[in-house]
């Protein structure tokens, strides 16, 4: 059974930093992708980033690039995301995701956390 639980969220500052972990469980496959979305009230499910596991190679989606890092610790099966100069629109509860390939398609990916909730705010 795949299990994905994420954690690390808080409430930080404008300008701020937070790394958000998604420790994995059940994952048998050798080669697959970790994506982190996120969400909100006002707005659908939106991918974020995504890292293939056996690669590390990572894609982001254009309003986090230079801001958020994806990265894997394979030994500890746990994916982060590393997200600095924090924005107030970046306010959401973020979800770790397992799928087949980086899309940008919430429903093409297969398992997911609950998420933990990010607030940036002063």
């Known amino acids: 059974q795949v299990q994905l639980q994420e954690s690390g969220g808080g409430l930080v500052q404008p300008g701020g930093s937070l790394r958000l972990s998604c420790a994995a469980s059940?994952?048998?496959?050798?080669?697959?992708?970790m994506g982190w979305f996120r969400q909100t009230p006002e707005k659908e499910r939106e991918f974020v980033a995504a890292?293939?596991?056996?690669?590390?190679?990572?894609l982001y989606t254009d309003s986090v690039k230079g801001r958020f890092t994806i990265s894997r610790d394979d030994a500890k099966n746990t994916v982060y995301l590393q997200m600095n100069s924090l924005k107030p629109d970046d306010t959401a509860v973020y979800s770790c995701?397992?799928?087949?390939?980086?899309?940008?398609?919430?429903?093409?990916?297969?398992?997911w956390g609950k998420g933990t909730l990010v607030t940036v705010s002063s």
């Open positions: 995701a397992e799928g087949s390939s980086p899309t940008y398609y919430p429903p093409a990916w297969h398992y």
């Open positions: 059940g994952l048998t496959f050798g080669t697959y992708y």
């Open positions: 890292i293939s596991w056996s690669s590390g190679v990572a």
